[in-house]
Protein backbone atom coordinates (compact mmCIF):
# COMPACT_ATOMS: atom_id res chain seq x y z
CA UNK A 1 0.00 0.00 0.00
CA UNK A 2 2.78 2.39 0.87
CA UNK A 3 4.34 2.19 -2.88
CA UNK A 4 0.27 3.20 -4.23
CA UNK A 5 0.44 6.04 -1.97
CA UNK A 6 3.14 7.16 -2.48
CA UNK A 7 2.34 7.47 -6.43
CA UNK A 8 -0.67 8.90 -5.43
CA UNK A 9 0.19 11.76 -2.91
CA UNK A 10 2.82 12.69 -6.00
CA UNK A 11 0.32 12.89 -8.63
CA UNK A 12 -1.90 15.19 -6.60
CA UNK A 13 0.98 16.96 -6.20
CA UNK A 14 1.42 16.95 -10.00
CA UNK A 15 -2.29 18.03 -10.39
CA UNK A 16 -1.65 21.03 -7.63
CA UNK A 17 1.62 22.26 -9.47
CA UNK A 18 0.88 25.30 -12.74
CA UNK A 19 4.12 26.29 -12.32
CA UNK A 20 7.35 23.89 -11.91
CA UNK A 21 10.62 24.33 -11.55
CA UNK A 22 11.45 22.73 -15.05
CA UNK A 23 8.53 24.45 -16.64
CA UNK A 24 6.45 27.79 -16.09
CA UNK A 25 2.87 27.41 -17.82
CA UNK A 26 3.57 31.19 -19.48
CA UNK A 27 6.66 29.84 -20.98
CA UNK A 28 5.32 26.67 -22.32
CA UNK A 29 2.61 28.89 -23.67
CA UNK A 30 4.86 31.70 -25.39
CA UNK A 31 6.85 28.28 -26.68
CA UNK A 32 3.73 26.75 -28.35
CA UNK A 33 2.95 29.84 -30.12
CA UNK A 34 6.35 30.39 -31.50
CA UNK A 35 6.23 26.79 -32.56
CA UNK A 36 2.76 27.48 -34.27
CA UNK A 37 3.93 30.70 -35.73
CA UNK A 38 7.31 28.60 -37.08
CA UNK A 39 5.15 25.81 -38.58
CA UNK A 40 5.54 25.86 -42.48
CA UNK A 41 3.29 22.47 -42.57
CA UNK A 42 0.86 22.24 -45.36
CA UNK A 43 -2.41 20.24 -46.00
CA UNK A 44 -3.59 20.69 -49.46
CA UNK A 45 -7.29 18.34 -50.29
CA UNK A 46 -6.30 16.35 -53.71
CA UNK A 47 -8.28 14.10 -56.11
CA UNK A 48 -7.85 10.46 -55.21
CA UNK A 49 -5.95 10.36 -58.78
CA UNK A 50 -3.31 12.50 -57.03
CA UNK A 51 -2.31 10.47 -54.24
CA UNK A 52 0.84 8.24 -54.13
CA UNK A 53 1.09 4.85 -53.49
CA UNK A 54 -2.54 4.66 -52.56
CA UNK A 55 -4.73 3.18 -55.22
CA UNK A 56 -8.59 1.71 -55.68
CA UNK A 57 -8.28 -2.21 -55.98
CA UNK A 58 -10.12 -3.09 -59.58
CA UNK A 59 -11.93 -6.18 -57.58
CA UNK A 60 -13.29 -4.92 -54.31
CA UNK A 61 -13.02 -0.78 -54.93
CA UNK A 62 -10.96 -0.79 -51.77
CA UNK A 63 -8.37 2.30 -51.19
CA UNK A 64 -5.02 0.82 -50.49
CA UNK A 65 -1.64 1.20 -50.07
CA UNK A 66 0.85 -0.25 -52.37
CA UNK A 67 3.12 -1.82 -49.76
CA UNK A 68 -0.30 -3.60 -47.59
CA UNK A 69 0.63 -1.80 -44.51
CA UNK A 70 -1.30 1.49 -42.75
CA UNK A 71 -4.99 0.95 -43.32
CA UNK A 72 -7.59 0.48 -46.24
CA UNK A 73 -10.50 1.93 -46.35
CA UNK A 74 -13.07 -0.80 -46.91
CA UNK A 75 -16.85 -1.41 -46.42
CA UNK A 76 -18.69 -2.65 -43.49
CA UNK A 77 -22.71 -4.52 -43.80
CA UNK A 78 -24.18 -3.93 -40.57
CA UNK A 79 -27.05 -4.97 -38.86
CA UNK A 80 -27.73 -3.88 -35.66
CA UNK A 81 -32.23 -4.76 -34.62
CA UNK A 82 -33.46 -2.42 -32.03
CA UNK A 83 -31.48 0.62 -33.08
CA UNK A 84 -32.98 3.82 -34.94
CA UNK A 85 -31.51 2.70 -38.26
CA UNK A 86 -31.84 -1.35 -38.03
CA UNK A 87 -29.40 -1.61 -41.07
CA UNK A 88 -26.99 -0.10 -43.19
CA UNK A 89 -23.75 -0.06 -45.22
CA UNK A 90 -21.08 2.40 -44.91
CA UNK A 91 -16.89 2.74 -45.98
CA UNK A 92 -14.81 2.01 -42.81
CA UNK A 93 -10.90 2.23 -41.77
CA UNK A 94 -9.44 -1.08 -41.64
CA UNK A 95 -6.41 -0.95 -39.46
CA UNK A 96 -5.59 -4.36 -37.70
CA UNK A 97 -1.85 -2.93 -36.67
CA UNK A 98 -1.96 -2.12 -32.76
CA UNK A 99 0.50 1.21 -32.60
CA UNK A 100 2.24 2.81 -29.60
CA UNK A 101 0.24 5.72 -27.59
CA UNK A 102 3.10 6.35 -24.61
CA UNK A 103 4.10 9.19 -22.24
CA UNK A 104 7.06 9.44 -20.45
CA UNK A 105 7.37 10.41 -16.84
CA UNK A 106 9.93 12.01 -14.42
CA UNK A 107 9.78 13.37 -11.38
CA UNK A 108 11.64 16.89 -10.76
CA UNK A 109 11.82 17.89 -7.29
CA UNK A 110 9.48 15.17 -6.26
CA UNK A 111 6.39 16.05 -8.56
CA UNK A 112 6.12 14.08 -11.43
CA UNK A 113 6.39 15.40 -15.16
CA UNK A 114 4.51 14.54 -18.77
CA UNK A 115 6.94 14.56 -22.25
CA UNK A 116 4.84 16.02 -23.87
CA UNK A 117 5.15 16.54 -27.79
CA UNK A 118 4.24 19.76 -29.87
CA UNK A 119 3.18 17.21 -33.09
CA UNK A 120 1.25 18.28 -36.51
CA UNK A 121 -1.30 15.36 -37.92
CA UNK A 122 -2.78 16.04 -41.66
CA UNK A 123 -6.48 16.41 -39.60
CA UNK A 124 -5.51 19.23 -37.22
CA UNK A 125 -7.29 22.54 -37.18
CA UNK A 126 -4.25 24.61 -37.16
CA UNK A 127 -1.67 22.19 -37.30
CA UNK A 128 0.05 21.61 -34.21
CA UNK A 129 -1.50 19.73 -31.14
CA UNK A 130 0.11 18.41 -27.86
CA UNK A 131 0.27 14.66 -28.30
CA UNK A 132 1.64 12.04 -26.28
CA UNK A 133 5.73 11.52 -26.01
CA UNK A 134 5.22 8.46 -28.10
CA UNK A 135 1.99 8.18 -31.38
CA UNK A 136 3.01 6.26 -33.73
CA UNK A 137 1.55 2.97 -36.11
CA UNK A 138 3.39 -0.05 -36.16
CA UNK A 139 3.76 0.69 -39.68
CA UNK A 140 5.38 4.09 -38.35
CA UNK A 141 7.37 2.80 -35.88
CA UNK A 142 8.78 -0.17 -37.76
CA UNK A 143 9.64 2.76 -40.59
CA UNK A 144 7.99 1.06 -43.83
CA UNK A 145 7.55 4.91 -45.11
CA UNK A 146 11.51 4.69 -44.41
CA UNK A 147 11.61 7.63 -43.09
CA UNK A 148 13.46 8.76 -39.42
CA UNK A 149 12.98 6.23 -36.12
CA UNK A 150 10.23 7.00 -33.86
CA UNK A 151 12.19 9.42 -31.13
CA UNK A 152 11.97 8.07 -27.12
CA UNK A 153 10.27 4.61 -28.87
CA UNK A 154 12.88 2.53 -26.99
CA UNK A 155 11.43 3.41 -23.78
CA UNK A 156 7.95 1.92 -24.69
CA UNK A 157 9.21 -1.40 -26.30
CA UNK A 158 11.77 -2.23 -23.85
CA UNK A 159 9.82 -1.32 -19.83
CA UNK A 160 11.67 -3.66 -17.79
CA UNK A 161 14.29 -0.83 -16.71
CA UNK A 162 11.59 1.64 -16.03
CA UNK A 163 8.23 1.39 -13.94
CA UNK A 164 5.12 0.76 -15.93
CA UNK A 165 2.32 2.93 -14.69
CA UNK A 166 -0.16 2.02 -17.53
CA UNK A 167 -0.27 -0.59 -20.41
CA UNK A 168 -3.71 -1.61 -21.73
CA UNK A 169 -4.78 -1.76 -25.11
CA UNK A 170 -7.96 0.84 -26.05
CA UNK A 171 -10.24 1.08 -28.50
CA UNK A 172 -10.95 4.29 -30.88
CA UNK A 173 -14.23 5.03 -32.71
CA UNK A 174 -16.00 2.52 -33.44
CA UNK A 175 -18.28 4.16 -35.65
CA UNK A 176 -15.34 4.85 -37.98
CA UNK A 177 -12.66 2.17 -37.55
CA UNK A 178 -12.63 -1.26 -37.67
CA UNK A 179 -11.99 -2.64 -34.54
CA UNK A 180 -9.04 -0.61 -34.08
CA UNK A 181 -7.03 -0.70 -31.22
CA UNK A 182 -4.18 1.10 -29.66
CA UNK A 183 -1.89 0.18 -26.51
CA UNK A 184 -2.10 3.58 -24.34
CA UNK A 185 1.28 3.90 -21.97
CA UNK A 186 2.44 5.89 -19.34
CA UNK A 187 6.19 4.37 -18.04
CA UNK A 188 8.39 6.31 -15.31
CA UNK A 189 12.11 6.85 -15.72
CA UNK A 190 14.24 7.15 -12.18
CA UNK A 191 14.47 11.01 -10.97
CA UNK A 192 18.32 10.45 -11.85
CA UNK A 193 18.03 9.63 -15.38
CA UNK A 194 19.35 11.88 -17.96
CA UNK A 195 16.79 12.40 -20.44
CA UNK A 196 17.50 14.04 -23.53
CA UNK A 197 14.31 16.52 -24.17
CA UNK A 198 14.31 16.48 -28.14
CA UNK A 199 13.52 19.71 -30.32
CA UNK A 200 9.56 19.77 -29.85
CA UNK A 201 8.89 18.18 -26.59
CA UNK A 202 8.67 19.90 -23.15
CA UNK A 203 7.85 18.25 -19.55
CA UNK A 204 4.76 19.33 -18.18
CA UNK A 205 2.69 18.60 -14.52
CA UNK A 206 -0.94 17.27 -14.73
CA UNK A 207 -1.88 21.00 -13.19
CA UNK A 208 -0.43 22.47 -16.21
CA UNK A 209 -1.95 19.91 -18.79
CA UNK A 210 -5.36 20.12 -17.06
CA UNK A 211 -5.16 24.06 -17.73
CA UNK A 212 -4.41 23.16 -21.34
CA UNK A 213 -7.20 20.82 -21.15
CA UNK A 214 -9.74 23.99 -21.18
CA UNK A 215 -7.94 25.47 -24.00
CA UNK A 216 -9.61 24.57 -27.72
CA UNK A 217 -8.34 22.60 -29.89
CA UNK A 218 -4.75 22.03 -28.13
CA UNK A 219 -4.65 18.55 -26.33
CA UNK A 220 -5.36 16.12 -28.66
CA UNK A 221 -7.00 12.84 -28.31
CA UNK A 222 -4.12 10.34 -28.07
CA UNK A 223 -2.71 12.49 -25.33
CA UNK A 224 -6.16 12.79 -23.88
CA UNK A 225 -6.77 8.82 -23.72
CA UNK A 226 -3.38 8.23 -22.32
CA UNK A 227 -3.64 10.87 -19.40
CA UNK A 228 -7.12 8.77 -18.68
CA UNK A 229 -5.46 5.58 -17.83
CA UNK A 230 -3.42 6.77 -14.74
CA UNK A 231 -3.44 4.21 -12.32
CA UNK A 232 -4.64 6.30 -9.69
CA UNK A 233 -5.65 9.55 -10.34
CA UNK A 234 -5.82 13.00 -8.54
CA UNK A 235 -9.17 12.84 -7.95
CA UNK A 236 -9.20 9.87 -5.35
CA UNK A 237 -8.24 11.80 -2.37
CA UNK A 238 -12.01 13.22 -0.89
CA UNK A 239 -10.71 16.84 -0.37
CA UNK A 240 -9.84 17.35 -4.17
CA UNK A 241 -13.38 16.72 -6.30
CA UNK A 242 -15.20 19.74 -6.60
CA UNK A 243 -18.12 19.98 -4.72
CA UNK A 244 -21.14 19.85 -5.50
CA UNK A 245 -23.07 23.16 -6.05
CA UNK A 246 -26.04 22.20 -4.06
CA UNK A 247 -27.66 19.81 -1.99
CA UNK A 248 -29.36 17.26 -3.78
CA UNK A 249 -31.96 15.02 -2.54
CA UNK A 250 -29.67 11.95 -1.14
CA UNK A 251 -27.87 14.15 1.23
CA UNK A 252 -25.13 16.16 -1.00
CA UNK A 253 -23.63 18.40 1.46
CA UNK A 254 -19.78 18.68 0.19
CA UNK A 255 -17.22 16.56 -2.00
CA UNK A 256 -16.75 13.25 -0.96
CA UNK A 257 -14.83 10.47 -1.98
CA UNK A 258 -15.27 6.90 -0.80
CA UNK A 259 -12.64 4.70 -2.84
CA UNK A 260 -13.53 1.77 -5.12
CA UNK A 261 -17.64 0.91 -5.24
CA UNK A 262 -18.00 2.16 -1.77
CA UNK A 263 -21.63 3.70 -1.51
CA UNK A 264 -21.82 3.63 -5.18
CA UNK A 265 -25.40 3.48 -6.53
CA UNK A 266 -24.84 0.03 -8.16
CA UNK A 267 -22.28 -2.64 -6.75
CA UNK A 268 -18.78 -3.34 -8.92
CA UNK A 269 -20.60 -6.88 -9.36
CA UNK A 270 -24.05 -5.36 -10.90
CA UNK A 271 -21.93 -2.64 -12.96
CA UNK A 272 -19.99 -6.41 -14.39
CA UNK A 273 -23.14 -8.04 -14.65
CA UNK A 274 -25.22 -5.32 -16.29
CA UNK A 275 -22.29 -5.13 -19.33
CA UNK A 276 -22.15 -8.33 -19.43
CA UNK A 277 -25.71 -9.06 -19.84
CA UNK A 278 -26.04 -6.49 -22.51
CA UNK A 279 -22.86 -8.07 -24.38
CA UNK A 280 -24.23 -11.40 -24.64
CA UNK A 281 -28.55 -10.29 -25.32
CA UNK A 282 -27.67 -7.04 -28.25
CA UNK A 283 -27.59 -8.01 -31.77
CA UNK A 284 -25.27 -6.42 -33.62
CA UNK A 285 -23.87 -8.47 -36.71
CA UNK A 286 -21.10 -6.83 -39.16
CA UNK A 287 -19.29 -7.83 -41.72
CA UNK A 288 -16.48 -6.67 -43.71
CA UNK A 289 -17.81 -6.10 -47.77
CA UNK A 290 -15.71 -4.76 -50.56
CA UNK A 291 -16.01 -1.32 -50.65
CA UNK A 292 -18.15 -1.06 -54.38
CA UNK A 293 -20.63 -2.85 -51.78
CA UNK A 294 -21.43 0.28 -49.81
CA UNK A 295 -24.92 0.94 -51.44
CA UNK A 296 -25.66 4.84 -50.86
CA UNK A 297 -22.37 5.95 -51.01
CA UNK A 298 -21.04 7.71 -54.06
CA UNK A 299 -17.30 8.35 -55.38
CA UNK A 300 -16.54 11.51 -57.46
CA UNK A 301 -13.15 12.93 -58.10
CA UNK A 302 -12.48 14.50 -54.53
CA UNK A 303 -15.08 12.14 -51.82
CA UNK A 304 -16.34 9.54 -51.44
CA UNK A 305 -20.24 10.36 -49.79
CA UNK A 306 -23.63 9.31 -48.57
CA UNK A 307 -26.51 10.05 -51.19
CA UNK A 308 -28.44 11.89 -48.08
CA UNK A 309 -25.10 14.59 -47.45
CA UNK A 310 -25.07 13.27 -43.87
CA UNK A 311 -22.63 11.32 -42.10
CA UNK A 312 -18.84 11.81 -43.01
CA UNK A 313 -17.22 11.53 -46.32
CA UNK A 314 -13.79 9.64 -47.37
CA UNK A 315 -11.21 12.38 -49.13
CA UNK A 316 -7.66 12.71 -49.82
CA UNK A 317 -4.67 15.27 -48.50
CA UNK A 318 -1.13 15.83 -49.70
CA UNK A 319 1.04 16.67 -46.43
CA UNK A 320 3.74 19.14 -45.93
CA UNK A 321 5.45 18.51 -42.81
CA UNK A 322 8.15 19.76 -40.45
CA UNK A 323 9.28 17.56 -37.28
CA UNK A 324 7.68 14.40 -38.64
CA UNK A 325 9.84 11.31 -39.66
CA UNK A 326 8.63 12.13 -43.26
CA UNK A 327 8.83 14.92 -44.53
CA UNK A 328 5.39 14.85 -47.09
CA UNK A 329 3.65 12.00 -47.87
CA UNK A 330 -0.60 11.62 -49.30
CA UNK A 331 -3.09 9.55 -47.73
CA UNK A 332 -7.34 9.39 -47.18
CA UNK A 333 -8.77 10.61 -44.48
CA UNK A 334 -12.63 10.79 -43.08
CA UNK A 335 -13.88 14.10 -43.44
CA UNK A 336 -17.28 14.32 -40.68
CA UNK A 337 -19.73 16.07 -41.38
CA UNK A 338 -20.86 18.32 -38.65
CA UNK A 339 -19.62 18.89 -35.35
CA UNK A 340 -20.43 16.11 -32.65
CA UNK A 341 -21.33 16.44 -28.66
CA UNK A 342 -19.90 14.01 -26.09
CA UNK A 343 -20.88 14.79 -22.29
CA UNK A 344 -21.33 13.73 -18.92
CA UNK A 345 -24.26 14.41 -16.57
CA UNK A 346 -22.71 14.51 -13.27
CA UNK A 347 -24.43 14.17 -10.20
CA UNK A 348 -23.70 13.21 -6.51
CA UNK A 349 -24.94 10.22 -4.40
CA UNK A 350 -24.69 11.10 -0.56
CA UNK A 351 -21.24 12.59 -1.51
CA UNK A 352 -20.25 10.39 -4.06
CA UNK A 353 -19.83 11.78 -7.36
CA UNK A 354 -21.44 9.92 -10.35
CA UNK A 355 -21.84 10.03 -13.79
CA UNK A 356 -24.34 8.71 -15.79
CA UNK A 357 -22.60 6.01 -18.72
CA UNK A 358 -24.43 4.20 -21.72
CA UNK A 359 -23.78 1.12 -22.96
CA UNK A 360 -23.17 2.00 -26.31
CA UNK A 361 -22.89 -0.15 -29.56
CA UNK A 362 -20.86 0.87 -32.58
CA UNK A 363 -19.95 -1.61 -35.32
CA UNK A 364 -16.50 -1.32 -35.06
CA UNK A 365 -16.32 -2.14 -31.30
CA UNK A 366 -14.62 -5.63 -30.98
CA UNK A 367 -16.90 -6.48 -27.80
CA UNK A 368 -20.74 -5.67 -28.74
CA UNK A 369 -20.53 -2.37 -26.52
CA UNK A 370 -18.40 -0.09 -24.56
CA UNK A 371 -19.08 2.46 -22.20
CA UNK A 372 -19.80 5.87 -23.54
CA UNK A 373 -20.51 8.89 -22.39
CA UNK A 374 -24.64 10.10 -21.33
CA UNK A 375 -25.07 12.09 -24.70
CA UNK A 376 -22.53 11.11 -27.56
CA UNK A 377 -23.89 12.02 -31.57
CA UNK A 378 -23.78 14.30 -34.12
CA UNK A 379 -26.80 16.01 -34.01
CA UNK A 380 -27.33 16.76 -37.87
CA UNK A 381 -27.27 12.74 -38.14
CA UNK A 382 -30.71 12.87 -36.47
CA UNK A 383 -32.58 15.70 -38.27
CA UNK A 384 -34.09 13.38 -40.90
CA UNK A 385 -35.62 11.17 -38.35
CA UNK A 386 -38.47 10.62 -35.94
CA UNK A 387 -38.71 12.85 -32.99
CA UNK A 388 -38.45 9.47 -31.23
CA UNK A 389 -35.07 8.68 -32.37
CA UNK A 390 -32.81 11.87 -30.66
CA UNK A 391 -30.60 10.53 -28.20
CA UNK A 392 -31.65 10.83 -24.76
CA UNK A 393 -30.72 13.64 -22.77
CA UNK A 394 -29.13 15.69 -25.50
CA UNK A 395 -31.31 18.69 -24.70
CA UNK A 396 -30.20 18.37 -21.00
CA UNK A 397 -26.62 18.90 -21.88
CA UNK A 398 -26.53 21.45 -24.72
CA UNK A 399 -29.28 23.73 -23.01
CA UNK A 400 -27.85 23.30 -19.56
CA UNK A 401 -27.66 26.66 -17.33
CA UNK A 402 -24.37 27.94 -17.23
CA UNK A 403 -24.04 27.50 -13.51
CA UNK A 404 -24.58 23.78 -14.17
CA UNK A 405 -21.41 23.76 -16.53
CA UNK A 406 -18.54 22.06 -15.07
CA UNK A 407 -16.82 21.46 -18.31
CA UNK A 408 -17.23 23.42 -21.84
CA UNK A 409 -14.31 23.20 -24.28
CA UNK A 410 -13.98 21.73 -28.35
CA UNK A 411 -11.36 19.40 -28.89
CA UNK A 412 -10.30 17.80 -31.66
CA UNK A 413 -10.45 13.58 -32.58
CA UNK A 414 -7.54 11.83 -34.26
CA UNK A 415 -5.88 13.95 -36.68
CA UNK A 416 -3.96 11.12 -38.07
CA UNK A 417 -6.77 9.67 -39.69
CA UNK A 418 -9.77 12.17 -39.31
CA UNK A 419 -9.99 15.56 -41.13
CA UNK A 420 -11.10 18.74 -38.81
CA UNK A 421 -13.79 16.30 -36.68
CA UNK A 422 -14.73 18.19 -33.54
CA UNK A 423 -16.82 17.38 -30.39
CA UNK A 424 -18.26 19.59 -27.91
CA UNK A 425 -17.08 17.78 -24.68
CA UNK A 426 -19.20 18.83 -21.93
CA UNK A 427 -19.56 17.93 -18.20
CA UNK A 428 -23.74 18.97 -16.73
CA UNK A 429 -23.60 18.82 -13.02
CA UNK A 430 -27.61 17.52 -11.94
CA UNK A 431 -29.32 16.05 -9.55
CA UNK A 432 -30.38 11.98 -9.38
CA UNK A 433 -33.58 13.14 -9.25
CA UNK A 434 -33.48 14.81 -13.06
CA UNK A 435 -33.14 10.81 -14.10
CA UNK A 436 -35.92 9.32 -11.90
CA UNK A 437 -35.68 6.00 -13.73
CA UNK A 438 -32.43 5.07 -15.61
CA UNK A 439 -33.21 4.01 -19.28
CA UNK A 440 -31.99 0.19 -20.46
CA UNK A 441 -28.86 1.02 -21.76
CA UNK A 442 -28.08 3.79 -19.00
CA UNK A 443 -26.74 3.66 -15.28
CA UNK A 444 -25.01 5.63 -12.71
CA UNK A 445 -21.50 4.60 -12.23
CA UNK A 446 -19.13 6.36 -9.31
CA UNK A 447 -16.48 7.90 -11.23
CA UNK A 448 -14.33 5.27 -9.11
CA UNK A 449 -15.64 2.47 -10.65
CA UNK A 450 -15.18 3.99 -13.90
CA UNK A 451 -11.53 4.60 -13.50
CA UNK A 452 -11.41 1.05 -12.32
CA UNK A 453 -12.63 -0.42 -16.10
CA UNK A 454 -10.51 1.96 -17.53
CA UNK A 455 -7.36 -0.30 -16.68
CA UNK A 456 -9.08 -3.09 -18.60
CA UNK A 457 -9.33 -3.20 -22.34
CA UNK A 458 -12.79 -2.36 -24.11
CA UNK A 459 -14.56 -1.28 -21.53
CA UNK A 460 -14.41 2.72 -21.53
CA UNK A 461 -15.12 4.15 -25.50
CA UNK A 462 -12.99 7.03 -26.76
CA UNK A 463 -14.86 9.60 -26.08
CA UNK A 464 -15.88 9.02 -21.84
CA UNK A 465 -12.09 9.00 -21.41
CA UNK A 466 -11.48 12.32 -22.97
CA UNK A 467 -14.20 13.53 -20.73
CA UNK A 468 -12.69 10.95 -17.58
CA UNK A 469 -9.40 13.61 -18.65
CA UNK A 470 -11.47 16.60 -17.99
CA UNK A 471 -12.59 15.40 -15.08
CA UNK A 472 -9.29 14.82 -13.79
CA UNK A 473 -8.72 18.88 -14.50
CA UNK A 474 -11.42 19.76 -12.31
CA UNK A 475 -9.97 18.57 -9.04
CA UNK A 476 -7.53 20.05 -6.79
Known amino acids: MGVVSTLQERLVRSAATVDSSVTLLADFQRWFRERLDADESRVEIIPFTAMRGWDFAPDTHNLVHETGRFFTVEGIRVRMPGAPVEEW ?49 RSNYTRVHKGRAVPYLEYFQRTERHRVLADVRQSEQGSWFFRKRNRNMLVEVAEDEDIE ?14 HLLAVEDLVNMDARSVLA ?6 LDPADTFPAPLAAG ?15 ALHGDADILSWITGLRT ?9 PLREADGWHRTAHRISHESGRFFSVMAVDVTAGGREVGGWTQPMIEPHGPGVAAFLLAYADKVPHVLVQARAEPGYTDVVELAPTVQCTPRNYTHLPAGATPPFLEDVVEA ?7 DTVLSEEGGR ?59
Open 401 to 407: PADRVRF
Open 418 to 476: FFHAFNRYLVVETELSAVPEEPPHYRWMAVRQLLDLIRHSHYVNVEARTLIACLHSLAV
Open 197 to 210: VRDGFRWLTLGQLH
Open 89 to 137: RQPILHQPEIGILGILVKDFDGVPHFLMQAKMEPGNHGGLQLSPTVQAT
Open 249 to 263: PHGTVGPGWQGPGRH
Open 229 to 234: CLPHSP
Open 281 to 289: EREVFTERI
